[in-house]
């Protein structure tokens, strides 16, 4: 059966072509987690520099809102976690993407 929503469509379409994992639920919006996998990195490279890309953007806008500590300057920056990122207060002012997104990063830097 196929939803209303088209970016459930396509979603669920990545997922069946083995491109896209379902990786987790978020605890706190309940929404599913996805990742992409290897067949998707060897077979879309695109799609895995387009993932990057928004990365890096989200770190970005966590460094320059004070999330995120980062030395710019170096070629290959060391990110350090900012007390506002474990302040769940100032957490609750993002929107859910970025919440979604400060998690992830978090979780990669092993910080819960």
């Given at each position: 059966?196929?939803?209303?929503?088209?970016s459930?469509?396509?979603?669920?379409?990545?997922?069946?072509?083995?491109?896209v994992?379902?990786?987790?639920i978020?605890?706190?919006?309940?929404?599913?987690?996805?990742?992409?996998?290897?067949?998707?990195?060897?077979?879309?490279?695109?799609?895995?520099?387009?993932?990057?890309?928004?990365?890096?953007?989200?770190?970005?806008?966590?460094?320059?809102?004070?999330?995120?500590?980062?030395?710019?300057?170096?070629?290959?920056?060391?990110?350090?976690?900012?007390?506002?990122?474990?302040?769940?207060?100032?957490?609750?002012?993002?929107s859910?993407?970025?919440?979604?997104?400060?998690?992830?990063?978090?979780?990669?830097?092993?910080?819960?």
């Open positions: 059966m196929q939803s209303n929503d088209p459930e469509d396509m979603i669920d379409h990545l997922i069946l072509e083995g491109l994992e379902v990786a987790g978020d605890a706190t919006t309940g929404e599913m987690l996805y990742s992409f996998t290897d067949k998707a990195k060897e077979e879309i490279p695109s799609m895995q520099k387009h993932a990057e890309a928004m990365f890096d953007s989200m770190i970005m806008f966590f460094w320059e809102h004070g999330f995120l500590s980062m030395n710019v300057d170096h070629p290959n920056p060391v990110i350090g976690v900012l007390p506002k990122a474990l302040d769940e207060e100032e957490v609750s002012k993002l859910v993407d970025h919440r979604v997104a400060l998690k992830i990063i978090l979780d990669a830097l092993r910080i819960q």
